[in-house]
């Protein structure tokens, strides 16, 4: 079956650096991939798209590649803060209608 | 709209209990889900409405799971006879299908509705 791998450790990085989190998939080949931000106690709020023909996409200090080769797709905050701590979930259609999530990757930024 | 709600947002019950949540989408979203998040875990999805149809059921869902549409706008789900692993946070969200290169087929979740069962 379609799965999801997220680092399950804690991401603790300083104020300012970059953060990179990993998702890599198995067993599927998606058309796209989407990035959701959760805070503790809320609903995922979703955050990017990448194509599988995109390498790359932006969005103000964020950044996401998707490496179909590696299965795989890196999510960047650059210039980080303590705000962009949180929970990032990635996710993909593994059907036409169904979204499936990785398990997330607490992310924390120390000033 | 003001996006997508659910209550009750917190729900204490004992064992064997039975429980309804309900979730009102964004009010033109056809499709709408139930996701289902553990402590530390991503959202399980559950299962999911086209209009009033649903369309897809996860198979690790049992049959004291059921979920309505009547009207292809609110949804329900009701768990009977509750047990202690129902305990969980039950997230509703409600989404346009992707279509075409500017659709990015994302879903709009509510705050959940957290189930403590005693």
């Known amino acids: 079956s379609q799965k999801i791998e997220q680092n399950s450790e804690a991401l603790n990085i300083q104020e300012g650096k970059t953060a990179t989190l990993t998702c890599n998939y198995t067993?599927?080949?998606?058309?796209?991939l989407q990035w959701y931000r959760q805070d503790p106690g809320r609903g995922p709020v979703f955050l990017l798209l990448?194509?599988?023909?995109?390498k790359e996409k932006r969005k103000e200090r964020l950044k996401v590649t998707f490496d179909t080769t590696l299965k795989q797709s890196l999510f960047h905050i650059t210039a980080s803060q303590p705000a962009d701590s949180a929970t990032y979930l990635c996710?993909?259609?593994?059907?036409?209608?169904?979204?499936?999530f990785g398990s997330g990757t607490r992310l924390s930024i120390r000033p | 709209d003001t996006g997508v709600s659910q209550d009750p947002r917190h729900k204490i019950t004992k064992r064997g209990q039975n429980v309804t949540f309900r979730c009102d989408p964004i009010?033109?979203?056809?499709?709408l889900y139930w996701y289902r998040q553990t402590l530390g875990q991503g959202p399980e999805f559950l299962t999911y409405f086209q209009n009033e149809a649903q369309l897809e059921k996860s198979r690790l869902l049992s049959d004291r799971f059921s979920a309505e549409r009547p009207k292809g706008s609110f949804s329900t789900l009701e768990i009977q006879r509750t047990e202690q692993g129902d305990s969980a946070m039950y997230l509703c969200?409600?989404?346009?299908?992707?279509?075409?290169?500017?659709?990015?087929?994302?879903?709009?979740f509510g705050e959940g509705s957290r189930l403590t069962v005693l």
């Open positions: 990448i194509r599988e023909n995109e």
């Open positions: 969200a409600s989404s346009l299908p992707p279509q075409g290169l500017a659709s990015t087929g994302e879903l709009f």
């Open positions: 009010s033109e979203h056809n499709r």
């Open positions: 996710a993909f259609y593994s059907s036409a209608s169904k979204i499936i």
């Open positions: 067993n599927y080949s998606p058309a796209y």
